[in-house]
């Protein structure tokens, strides 16, 4: 069973509200066991996943990440089973992005990732961009639009949230470039709160 809905369809709140709505913890009742040792944990993302890499690999973590990753790359990935799937994905659909494709964007991510079969889910989203005016205002109008949905949720649905937003958990990281945390020691920082995060939110059967 998925995070994501399986409707390519469904609307913008509805997406949201399973995106925003739980870290997922849903495993089949006759055989959890067999279904959490058939699917890894797995890393999925750009540039920022590679830079997590090792420190996801230390937990058993797989890693499928690529310098450069946006949707289409996204979209080009064969769909898995994961027992746990951290998704750090969106920086490089920022540049140029408008209000409206800001909005519609968590459901292009909910679209894709309907097709992939995890039973917990984070997505850590961008950060912030202090040398890149154009990334940073893609970025703030994201996080905007999830902010927005967050507080359009039930308080039940609030409470498990399945974003860790990269504005909160990495803007005070040192980087060169003004995109990539320029030490191994802030990934590994990063990592440890996203694996904080799952670790919270114990699987069924576990």
Same mark, same amino acid.
């Given at each position: 069973?998925?995070? #994501?809905?399986?409707? %390519?369809?469904?609307?913008?709140?509805?997406?949201?509200?399973?995106?925003?709505?739980?870290?997922?913890?849903?495993?089949?009742?006759?055989t959890p066991s067999q279904a959490a040792? $058939? !699917? %890894?944990?797995?890393?999925?993302?750009?540039?920022?996943? =590679? /830079?997590? /890499? %090792?420190?996801?690999?230390?937990?058993? #973590? +797989?890693?499928?990440?690529?310098?450069?990753?946006?949707?289409?790359?996204? &979209?080009?990935? +064969? %769909?898995? !089973?994961?027992? &746990?799937?951290?998704?750090? #994905?969106? *920086?490089? @659909?920022?540049?140029?992005?408008?209000?409206?494709?800001?909005?519609?964007?968590?459901?292009?991510?909910?679209?894709?990732?309907?097709?992939?079969?995890?039973?917990? =889910?984070?997505?850590? *989203?961008?950060?912030?961009?202090?040398?890149? @005016?154009?990334?940073?205002?893609?970025?703030? $109008?994201?996080?905007? =639009?999830?902010?927005? $949905?967050?507080?359009?949720?039930?308080?039940?649905? &609030?409470?498990?949230?399945?974003?860790?937003?990269? &504005?909160?958990?990495? !803007?005070? #990281?040192?980087?060169? @470039?003004?995109?990539?945390?320029? *030490?191994?020691?802030?990934?590994?920082?990063?990592?440890?709160?996203?694996?904080? =995060?799952?670790?919270?939110?114990?699987?069924? /059967?576990?």
């Amino acid at each position: 069973m998925s995070l #994501f809905p399986r409707n %390519p369809a469904a609307s913008l709140s509805a997406a949201m509200a399973l995106i925003l709505g739980a870290i997922l913890t849903v495993a089949s009742p006759s055989t959890p066991s067999q279904a959490a040792a $058939a !699917c %890894p944990d797995i890393l999925l993302g750009d540039s920022l996943a =590679v /830079g997590m /890499g %090792p420190y996801a690999q230390a937990l058993g #973590f +797989e890693v499928i990440a690529q310098g450069g990753a946006g949707l289409n790359w996204l &979209r080009a990935q +064969e %769909p898995r !089973c994961a027992r &746990r799937l951290v998704l750090v #994905f969106g *920086t490089n @659909d920022l540049r140029g992005m408008s209000a409206a494709e800001a909005q519609a964007y968590p459901a292009r991510i909910a679209e894709v990732m309907a097709k992939w079969d995890a039973e917990q =889910v984070i997505w850590a *989203t961008p950060g912030c961009f202090s040398q890149d @005016d154009q990334l940073e205002r893609g970025s703030v $109008a994201l996080d905007r =639009v999830l902010a927005q $949905a967050r507080q359009r949720a039930t308080d039940q649905l &609030r409470d498990l949230p399945a974003i860790n937003s990269g &504005r909160q958990s990495r !803007c005070s #990281f040192p980087s060169r @470039d003004g995109i990539h945390p320029s *030490t191994g020691m802030a990934y590994q920082v990063w990592w440890a709160g996203l694996a904080e =995060v799952l670790g919270r939110h114990r699987l069924a /059967g576990a």
